[in-house]
């Protein structure tokens, strides 16, 4: 099956800095990239939704000026948490599907980045 | 309400035990359902679509009951390599590679 690559897998910073987090499809072209995030104990929530070549488009309650998305080619996706607090502490999982055609057309998880902010 | 529920257990079982978790979903417009199968720590992997006349995969079966809103998944003979956190998922589009909505998941731990 298609690979995701999220780099890192684990970083820990400290409070009011920025953390940037790629998120890479490694054998096809993703037409569309998404971010996840999971608390401990809870289900994964969907932060937001990013096109190649567009702005990404955030659910409701995500600060976009907090979390910059920015998704330059159709295999890699930056996620970039701004000025961290300890509450931003969490495992964060991107996904991407490619085009319909792809031989195995479905949603494909990287492997997550725990993030913890001191 | 949260859009997708589950009972979190956990659910403790003995190996080659047959276990079934439920889960809820509240849009009727949610079009595609799924199970996700999470280990500890790592990213949630496709375990089965779910389809409203059943299917079964070994020794997983799933069942969607569309009038209910509601989504089973069994597990015959379970296996210490079963243990897991069980997510259902539902889609409003027609596959899995748009927006999912996740439930919190089930936990299951199989005992020798």
């Known amino acids: 099956g298609a690979v995701v690559s999220q780099h890192p897998s684990r970083v820990i910073c400290k409070s009011g800095t920025s953390v940037k987090i790629e998120c890479r499809s490694l054998?096809?072209?993703?037409?569309?990239m998404f971010w996840y995030r999971q608390f401990p104990k809870q289900s994964l929530m969907l932060m937001a939704t990013?096109?190649?070549?567009?702005?990404?488009?955030?659910e409701q309650g995500v600060e976009k000026d907090k979390f910059l998305i920015n998704h330059a080619s159709l295999t890699l996706s930056t996620l970039t948490v701004t000025s961290a607090h300890p509450e931003d502490s969490s495992f964060y999982i991107c996904s991407a599907s490619g085009p319909p055609g792809l031989v195995e057309y479905e949603q494909y998880f990287g492997p997550g980045t725990r993030l913890t902010v001191t | 309400r949260k859009e997708v529920e589950q009972d979190p257990g956990p659910f403790n079982v003995p190996e080659g035990a047959t276990v079934a978790f439920n889960c809820t979903y509240s849009?009727?417009?949610?079009?595609?359902f799924f199970w996700y199968r999470q280990d500890c720590r790592k990213e949630p992997k496709l375990l089965m679509s779910v389809y409203s006349s059943g299917n079964e995969d070994g020794r997983f079966t799933a069942q969607l009951n569309r009038a209910s809103q509601y989504i089973s998944l069994l597990i015959r003979d379970s296996k210490l390599s079963d243990s897991a956190t069980y997510l259902c998922?539902?889609?409003?589009?027609?596959?899995?590679?748009?927006?999912?909505?996740f439930g919190q998941g089930t936990t299951l731990q199989v005992k020798p």
């Open positions: 998922v539902v889609s409003h589009g027609s596959s899995n590679t748009g927006k999912l909505i």
């Open positions: 990013s096109n190649e070549g567009s702005k990404a488009t955030y």
């Open positions: 849009n009727s417009a949610s079009q595609s």
């Open positions: 054998d096809f072209q993703a037409t569309t």
